[in-house]
């Protein structure tokens, strides 16, 4: 399903909405989730919600799609630490109940596996790369990997340059992301993409066929996906 909104706001509530959806449904299973400039907005309105109204975040249990890895703790760029200070922290979610990437060292089967053994993932939420990436899942990966290690491309590293100003000697060369099937046994899925920016991979995802050249085409073969766009990223639809 996809659903269009006027506002890049309006998108991230909807979002926001189903990530409350997710954390109300107490069957088991973990609830995945993306860092990145379009999802710390919707955790934002997450933590906004839990504020105004607390809801029960005990059996909360969440993991996360991908993260860098052989960067020291506390590293402006860690994944890890945005989800703690975006979600885990605000929440109040108990330590054990945050499967993230960081706690494996590097070891993505074993990451995998642990959340096979949580029951698996109930809703993954995820952003969009520009070229179509879902996790470090760039164009090219085979549509069956699972978790697994990648260098980080040209693409990856520029955009980190931009968003912390990293000097070359922090700057992280590999990362650890769910694979595409990994992905695919989530429960559900939901994409939240907003600006201009992600139009032509929203179209080519959606409307092209599907081909390891575009990752979030796969997509099309999940029985349970929901689209969010605002409508610069509809455009091309
Ligand atoms: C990054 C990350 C993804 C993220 C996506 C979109 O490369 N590996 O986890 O969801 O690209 O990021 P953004 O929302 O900042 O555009």
Known sequence: MIRVFETPQAAYAAAAW???????????????????????????VVVKLFGEASFDTEPIAICAVDDYIGIPAGHI??????VRAQLVRPLGLRAENAVLPDRFDG???????EIARRGGIKMQMLGLGGDGHIGFNYPGTPLGTAAHRVPLPQTTRDT???????????????????GIRSIMMSGRIVVIATGSGKAEAVRAALRGPVTEKMPASVLQLHRDVLWLLDGAAAALL
């Open 77 to 82: 760029a860690s994944c890890g630490e945005r």
């Open 160 to 178: 980190l340059a931009r968003l912390y100003a990293l000097p070359a000697e922090d700057m992280p060369s590999e990362g650890l992301t769910l």
């Open 18 to 44: 189903q990530w409350m959806r997710a954390a109300l449904d107490t069957s088991p299973g973990l609830i995945g989730v993306a860092t990145g400039t379009t999802t710390t907005p919707v955790h934002a």
């Open 107 to 113: 070891d993505a089967a074993g990451y995998e596996a």
